[in-house]
């Protein structure tokens, strides 16, 4: 006997575009809710055409829209409000992501959507928040990165850097998702939905919370690094005979066995520049001079090696391809195949493994692939489809 999915059961409406929304709402469908993707006629969701790297389509899209429903409509047809009460109607949860005010323009706002359906799960995914003077701008993750001073901790010290992947979206993705799980659990107990904001700006501003709380108490704000840590040390690249190789030293027991076993020089551990992590953090340059001494006249694997035995943590600086090919990945069967509208896919089953449940891995859809199922299960004759489709609406 099969176990059923844990959101088995559960229609979730979604109109949806680019990473934040589409990334919550694919969480939701791994766990088997069932997701209807609202599309642009025609063209679809703005994501399809990020790039054509997968077989033709974006790599973007189809990372984050396996198991979904493609419906195409055009929002502002006067017919479209006829599809949608007749979705909404039906519903579990209603996500959005589009321009700031769009949604309540539509009628698409959580109080009067909640009005007529008290028991449905309202989740507005936004930039900067529905209030205050940054409401209305646009908020594209760089922007995002950059307002909450993501940059100005990333990089080296000559230069900042954005983090090279779209972190304020996945990081607005996951409070989405977790707040419609939130929603979902508490209709269980009180019958009620719930209405939910996420904004871009408030997630990543709450994954900068030590860099606040250094800089706020300090008066200055942590250092641009590179690879090292601005509080701890020694945390990091350093360079060996052959290449480099990354560790990180989280307590002093482990210190003094990295200075003894690693180093293989005691007399390091009680050196008064490095007798404390604060200590340590101070003279980094010292620190990382005595540290490449030895390192430098090592290949990395007799380093890693030394590290290894003395229980200190390490890891490789992998490319993509070194991921691809990670052997933890491969061994513990993390990889399997999707459909899609150009044939079979390589997809990474989800980060969540519940035992004795599977992972729904659906396939990834076309623009509109179910267009006329979805209506026709949701009250809509054949007539009526064909007069949206003949208007454009559909």
């Known amino acids: 006997m099969t176990t059923p999915l844990p959101l088995s059961g559960i229609t979730v409406i979604s109109i949806e575009q680019a990473?934040?929304?589409?990334?919550?709402?694919?969480?939701?469908?791994?766990?088997?809710?069932?997701?209807?993707?609202?599309?642009?006629?025609v063209t679809g969701d703005f994501a399809r055409d990020y790039d054509r790297k997968v077989k033709g389509m974006a790599s973007y899209f189809v990372w984050l829209n396996r198991s979904k429903e493609s419906l195409t409509l055009d929002l502002k047809h006067p017919d479209a409000a006829l599809v949608l009460e007749?979705?909404?109607?039906?519903?579990?949860?209603f996500v959005q992501n589009l321009a700031p005010g769009a949604a309540a323009k539509l009628g698409l706002g959580a109080a009067a959507l909640r009005a007529r359906n008290p028991a449905l799960i309202v989740c507005d995914v936004t930039g900067y928040g529905s209030t205050?003077?940054?409401?209305?701008?646009?908020?594209?993750?760089?922007?995002?990165?950059?307002?909450?001073?993501?940059?100005?901790?990333?990089?080296?010290p000559d230069a900042p850097a954005k983090v090279g992947i779209s972190v304020a979206d996945i990081a607005g993705g996951m409070y989405a998702y977790s707040a419609i799980l939130s929603g979902l659990y508490s209709r269980e107990r009180?019958?009620?939905?719930?209405?939910c904001e996420v904004s871009l700006f408030d997630s990543?501003?709450?994954?900068?919370?030590?860099?606040?709380?250094?800089?706020?108490y300090?008066?200055?704000?942590?250092?641009?690094?590179?690879?090292?840590?601005?509080?701890?040390?020694?945390?990091?690249?350093?360079?060996?005979?052959?290449?480099?190789?990354?560790?990180?030293?989280?307590?002093?027991?482990?210190?003094?066995?990295?200075?003894?076993?690693?180093?293989?020089?005691?007399?390091?551990?009680?050196?008064e520049r490095f007798t404390t992590n604060t200590r340590r953090v101070e003279h980094r340059a010292e620190l990382v001079d005595t540290i490449e001494t030895t390192f430098g006249a090592l290949a990395t694997t007799a380093v890693v090696g030394r590290l290894d035995a003395a229980g200190i943590?390490?890891?490789?600086?992998?490319?993509?391809?070194?991921?691809?090919?990670?052997?933890?990945?491969?061994?513990?069967?993390?990889?399997?195949?999707?459909?899609?509208?150009?044939?079979?896919?390589?997809?990474?089953?989800?980060?969540?493994?519940?035992?004795?449940v599977g992972s729904r891995m659906g396939p990834v859809p076309a623009v509109g692939e179910h267009t006329d199922a979805v209506l026709g299960e949701f009250g809509l004759d054949d007539s009526i489809i064909e007069r949206l489709r003949r208007d454009g609406a559909i």
């Open 19 to 41: 990473v934040a929304a589409p990334f919550a709402t694919r969480q939701l469908a791994d766990l088997g809710a069932r997701v209807i993707k609202i599309e642009r006629p």
């Open 86 to 93: 007749a979705l909404l109607a039906r519903a579990d949860v």
């Open 132 to 156: 205050g003077p940054y409401r209305e701008k646009k908020a594209y993750d760089l922007l995002i990165q950059c307002e909450t001073g993501v940059l100005s901790v990333t990089g080296t």
């Open 190 to 195: 009180t019958g009620l939905g719930a209405s």
């Open 204 to 216: 990543l501003t709450e994954w900068m919370g030590h860099p606040m709380y250094y800089g706020m």
């Open 218 to 271: 300090t008066g200055e704000p942590p250092a641009r690094t590179g690879t090292s840590h601005s509080s701890i040390a020694p945390y990091g690249s350093f360079r060996t005979a052959d290449g480099t190789v990354q560790l990180g030293i989280q307590n002093e027991r482990e210190w003094v066995r990295f200075c003894v076993e690693v180093l293989r020089q005691p007399e390091v551990a009680t050196d």
């Open 313 to 356: 943590a390490n890891a490789r600086l992998n490319g993509v391809a070194d991921l691809l090919a990670h052997p933890q990945l491969s061994e513990r069967d993390r990889w399997t195949e999707i459909g899609s509208p150009v044939g079979p896919l390589r997809a990474l089953r989800p980060p969540v493994q519940i035992a004795g």
